[in-house]
């Protein structure tokens, strides 16, 4: 069966400094979509950042960045200049077969 | 407003009685899914749908029913709430092409007593 792992249940950082969130996932697909979601504590879920496995290179959106390494199967994300909003729940997904795999969460606290 | 949304965000019910948790997109997107997040778990699709009378289970389908009539509308039943169905329930829908955004809504908090 196809997963997606997050090691990190929690994970602290200072206001302004970067953090990096570790996801790992397992499948047989040779097309598919990886995915980070935040969910701050309202608990909507929004999209932070899409990667297509074809692509070498890294997506990026404004502060926040990936790390895709396929041949690991690995796909973290990373935050720089961490503000006080970033705080929130961090899912990170894969596409399995048109649905979504998700992982179990990173709890991410930002200290002032 | 254009989105989509969940209805009631918070229900509180018995044990045994059936539920019905409502979701509506305005998007015209041909999927829809239903998840559950509980803690330690994530989110776990319970049903998924491709289009209007398309239906499909999840990863955890027991004690629910779904039917999709609309294509906007995708309503989840639980026929006989059971305590172990207490959970957050998350609509969520995306367009046709496999890799595109799934877009959520606000999510409902269901407690069965």
């Known amino acids: 069966a196809q997963t997606v792992t997050q090691s990190q249940p929690e994970m602290s950082v200072q206001e302004a400094e970067t953090v990096t969130l570790s996801c790992t996932y397992d499948?047989?697909?040779?097309?598919?979509?990886l995915f980070w979601y935040k969910q701050p504590p309202s608990r909507q879920m929004i999209l932070v950042i899409r990667?297509?496995?074809?692509?070498?290179q890294n997506a990026t959106e404004n502060r926040f960045s990936v790390n895709f390494q396929k041949a690991a199967k690995s796909f973290s994300l990373k935050i720089s200049d961490s503000q006080l909003g970033d705080a929130a729940m961090y899912f990170c997904?894969?596409?399995?077969?048109?649905?979504?795999?998700f992982g179990q969460g990173t709890e991410l606290s930002v200290k002032p | 407003d254009a989105g989509i949304t969940q209805s009631p965000r918070y229900k509180i019910t018995e044990t045994g009685r059936q539920v019905t948790l409502m979701c509506h997109q305005t998007?015209?997107?041909?999927?829809m899914f239903w998840y559950r997040q509980d803690l330690g778990h994530g989110l776990r699709l319970i049903y998924y749908?491709?289009?209007?009378?398309?239906?499909d289970k999840g990863e955890v389908p027991d004690g629910y029913v779904v039917s999709r009539s609309k294509t906007e509308n995708f309503p989840l039943t639980l026929e006989s709430a059971t305590r172990s169905q207490t959970s957050v329930y998350f609509c969520?829908?995306?367009?046709?092409?496999?890799?595109?955004?799934?877009?959520f809504g606000p999510g409902t908090r269901l407690l069965v007593l």
């Open positions: 998007w015209s997107h041909s999927y």
């Open positions: 749908s491709a289009a209007a009378d398309i239906t």
């Open positions: 990667q297509e496995a074809y692509k070498q």
């Open positions: 997904a894969c596409t399995q077969g048109g649905k979504l795999i």
């Open positions: 969520a829908s995306r367009g046709d092409f496999f890799g595109g955004t799934q877009y």
């Open positions: 499948t047989s697909e040779s097309d598919y979509y």
